[in-house]
């Protein structure tokens, strides 16, 4: 799911200083865009982290906020469901039934069936 929001970017000693108000979040950035980089970043992880917890991700209050010279505002796309694809390591078992036949063509074949299953998947969700 794909979702914008608005930060606040406060330019600091080095860097800038980035304040989500729709997550009450923080983060910082060495450059511009890596502030942007890090906001897009800790919005993907909040956000995952509170479906987790069974929280609804917030709508964007409002797309256009105020800042004070020299803050500035930008508005941050991010795309919940690629960020849990990207950073999701945990792995599920699952029993699948395959004919006897096919089991050993594959195995001598030397084929993952783990691996063409997960890539048959991708390709059928669109997920590549």
Excluded: H
């Excluded at 890090?38 to 797309?63: F, N, S």
């Excluded at 999701?88 to 004919?99: F, I, K």
Aim: aromatic share 6%; charged share 25%; hydrophobic share 45%.
């Amino acid at each position: 799911m794909k979702q914008v929001y608005p930060i606040i970017l406060t330019p600091a000693k080095k860097g800038y200083v980035v304040y989500v108000p729709d997550f009450d979040i923080n983060t910082e950035g060495n450059s511009l865009p890596d502030a942007i980089a890090m906001a897009r970043d800790a919005i993907a992880m909040t956000g995952c982290y509170r479906e987790d917890q069974g929280e609804k991700l917030p709508v964007a209050a409002a797309l256009n906020l105020a800042c004070e010279p020299p803050q500035a505002c930008a508005l941050i796309d991010v795309d919940f469901g690629a960020y849990r694809r990207a950073s999701e390591t945990r792995v599920v078992r699952r029993n699948v039934t395959l004919p006897s036949w096919l089991n050993v063509e594959a195995e001598n074949a030397g084929l993952n069936v783990s691996r063409v299953l997960q890539d048959a998947l991708k390709a059928r969700l669109g997920l590549e």
